[in-house]
């Protein structure tokens, strides 16, 4: 069955501390996208990747950084967390065009 | 560029009765159109999606939309709502040319009471 797996579900972590988000696709799609969600604004795009190896900027992507070693695998690393990042944070991933699936998401908090 | 607009951020309605959620998009092209939910403290499930075609699109649980391109519309309709439909709706909106990124509307929140 399809899926988009993201780990950790709930992080807690402190101002300055590195923090790196995890998914997982078993759909073999190309694309994988990390999305921040908060109230009033919807889904705002963070990074993408068209294939293993290659990541690009999304709308938002200051303080955060991406990584996709394996078609399977895409992480979001933010370096120096802070709480404006606090936020729920989505994974998807689709084929060109294609409706995206989405994973649970990972409610960060930053203190 | 690309933006989709949910003009109503919370709709109540009975439960019951007829239900329509808005979305306008602007985009130069035909898009690919999206109906997403999102339950409390869940991922977005997909609705029903448009690519090209008939303009009326079923999707699951009873929910159609219905493309409109010289108004740059895709809303969404159900015929009777039930209580278990309350949850955030996203309209999104993909190019289909390019590099298919997606472009989501801010969400219109759906509380169907008794």
């Known amino acids: 069955e399809a899926a988009v797996t993201q780990s950790p579900r709930n992080k807690v972590a402190v101002t300055g501390g590195k923090v790196t988000l995890s998914c997982n696709q078993t759909?073999?799609?190309?694309?994988m996208y990390w999305y921040r969600q908060d109230t009033g604004h919807g889904l705002r795009l963070i990074h993408y990747s068209y294939g293993a190896g290659s990541t690009e900027k999304g709308d938002i992507p200051d303080g955060y950084k991406a990584s996709r070693p394996s078609q399977e695998n895409f992480s979001l690393i933010l370096e120096l967390a802070t709480p404006s990042q606090t936020s729920v944070y989505f994974c998807a991933s689709g084929d060109a065009g294609a409706a995206p699936l989405f994973g649970e998401g990972t409610r960060l908090s930053v203190l | 560029a690309q933006s989709v607009t949910q003009p109503d951020a919370r709709v109540t309605v009975s439960e019951g009765a007829s239900l329509q959620l808005r979305c306008k998009y602007s985009y130069s092209g035909t898009p690919y159109l999206f109906w997403y939910v999102q339950y409390p403290r869940q991922g977005l499930q997909l609705l029903l999606k448009?690519?090209?075609?008939?303009?009326v699109v079923q999707g699951v649980n009873g929910f159609e939309a219905e493309f409109s391109k010289s108004n740059s519309s895709f809303h969404l309709r159900k015929a009777s709502v039930h209580w278990s439909d309350s949850a955030v709706y996203f309209c999104?909106?993909?190019?289909?040319?390019?590099?298919?990124?997606?472009?989501f509307g801010a969400g219109t929140r759906l509380k169907v009471i008794a």
């Open positions: 999104v909106l993909s190019a289909n040319t390019g590099n298919y990124k997606y472009v």
């Open positions: 759909n073999n799609h190309n694309n």
């Open positions: 448009y690519y090209s075609g008939d303009p």
